[in-house]
Every structure is written in C-alpha cells, then in structure tokens.
C-alpha cells in the first residue's frame, strides 16, 4: 500500500498541495463512517452497512485509493449478501488501511 501523490493530483487536475486539505477531509469522512459502521455491526444492521460501506467506497475512489475501494466494495456485498463473517472479517482490514493511508499521506505532507 503506498500512494503516488503526485499522480493522484494530475489524475485530478490538482496539484499537490491541493490535496492536503481534500485528504483531510476524506480521513474526517472516513472515521464517522466507520464509527458509524461499528454502531451498526452489533446488530448487523446490513442496510445500513452496506450504505455505509458504499458511501466509503465511492470517496475512496475519488482520491484513488484502490485498495481501500475494492475492500468496500466487498464490504458492501457482504452486507448485501448479509454475511457477517465476512463483514466482521474484512472491516478490522479496512481500518487499518485507512489508518495506514492517514499515516502516510500525513508524514507527505510532513505532519
């Protein structure tokens, strides 16, 4: 897992710099998501998490951030599909990826 910022701005018709605040963001975003999904997984409240879990994905990919897309996209089946092994499976992964992604992108733009 590693981000090639630059490529991310371009894609974006961005620069660099521009995007600090755009990430931020996407981080503040992505925690009440997962709060959120946390709430709703002690009663696997899979309407909710799939919403939740696509909300996730379609702001993932609009910064590029493929592998955490592609895990909420699974997320998002899994609770369509109302597996909760699956759910309880991979949403310790996706934390962990944003958390990763926070780490790095912050560290880039030396915070």
């Known amino acids: 897992m590693t981000i090639d910022i630059v490529k991310v701005a371009e894609a974006l018709l961005l620069e660099p710099e521009e995007l600090e605040d755009i990430f931020e963001a996407f981080f503040e975003e992505a925690d009440e998501t ?3 999904c ?3 997984m002690p009663s696997m ?3 909710e998490l799939k919403k939740l879990f696509h909300d996730l994905k379609g702001s ?3 910064l590029h951030l493929k592998d955490v ?3 909420a996209k699974v997320l998002e089946a899994a609770a369509r599909e109302k597996n909760e092994l699956s759910v309880q499976t991979g949403f310790p992964q996706v934390v962990q990826l944003i958390e990763d992604y926070k780490e790095e992108i912050r560290c880039y733009y030396g915070k």
């Open 34 to 36: 997962l709060a959120d």
């Open 38 to 40: 946390k709430r709703a």
């Open 45 to 47: 409240d899979y309407e």
């Open 60 to 62: 993932a990919a609009n």
């Open 69 to 71: 897309t592609a895990l």
